[in-house]
């Protein structure tokens, strides 16, 4: 279980102190689907930051299966369990994809296991097993190979900030699918950063960061509603 309690975020420039996250709590159950929705600039990809340890809190605490977290490095909170993908994924010139996956995995996977986990995100395992992880790759291909490394890693709590983010339409139809069955499947949590609807719609329950501040949050039935009405205003889009 995932708590973030009190948590704030304060940086510095030429006019002083501003706050990025200004006093957010809230709790991710063992076994949840949660997304973090919101405006553009609002906190969201800082939120998942400060939860992976890419960026350390100035206020608060953040507790990991009841551990408090909050000046541990990100390699040991990937040793407890979270794993983290990125909006835009790294590209690993002169590392196979067979390579990353074993790295994920921690262990030296067979090939016909490596297999397994590009098969859970759609792709066809000879056409990627040893191919570099470099420019060759789409957007789309990156992002589920990410995936796929998540999947091997079997963490407690995934996190993932706005997969949608730079992919193609056929792209993003696959990563729903992936993403209905890593829901099913899987055992941990899973936390994603998104603004689409169809992502939404996969949620146990949904957190609206604005401002820096948890505007509401609660189960995807009472939440997704009214939230709709507010992107087709466009309010999220400012």
Same mark, same amino acid.
């Given at each position: 279980?995932?708590? %973030? ?7 510095? *420039? ?13 709790? =991710?159950? *063992?076994?949840?689907?949660? =997304? ?12 998942? @930051? ?37 909006? !835009?994924? =790294? ?15 921690? @262990? ?6 490596? +297999?397994?986990?590009?098969?859970? =995100? &759609?792709? +066809? ?40 983010? &730079?992919? *193609?339409?056929?792209?993003? !139809?696959?990563?729903? !699918? ?23 719609? %996969? ?8 401002? &820096? ?8 039935? *009472? ?10 205003? +466009?309010?999220? @889009?400012?």
């Amino acid at each position: 279980m995932l708590t %973030l309690e009190n948590l704030s975020f304060d940086v510095n *420039d030429e006019k002083g102190e501003i706050g990025i996250i200004k006093d957010i709590s809230f709790t =991710v159950d *063992d076994g949840k689907f949660v =997304v973090i929705t919101g405006p553009n600039g609002g906190g969201k990809s800082t939120t998942a @930051k400060l939860i992976m340890g890419i960026e350390r809190p100035t206020g608060g605490r953040i507790l990991f299966d009841g551990q408090d977290i909050t000046d541990m490095s990100i390699t040991d909170r990937a040793n407890l369990g979270i794993s983290f993908a990125f909006q !835009q994924p =790294v590209r690993f010139k002169g590392v196979q994809v067979i390579d990353l996956l074993r790295l994920a995995a921690r @262990k030296k996977l067979t090939v016909s296991e490596a +297999c397994q986990y590009l098969a859970e =995100v &759609g792709l +066809c395992a000879k056409d990627y097993i040893n191919r570099e992880v470099n420019a060759s790759l789409s957007g789309g291909e990156l992002k589920r190979i990410e995936i796929a490394t998540v999947i091997a890693r079997a963490s407690k709590l995934s996190v993932f900030d706005e997969p949608e983010a &730079g992919i *193609d339409l056929w792209s993003f !139809q696959n990563l729903i !699918q992936v993403f209905e069955r890593m829901r099913q499947n899987t055992n941990g949590s899973i936390l994603i950063i998104s603004h689409q609807e169809r992502i939404m719609q %996969l949620a146990d329950e949904i957190i609206i960061i604005e401002n &820096g501040a948890i505007k509401t949050k609660g189960k995807r039935d *009472d939440i997704l509603p009214s939230l709709m009405s507010e992107f087709d205003s +466009c309010e999220f @889009k400012k």
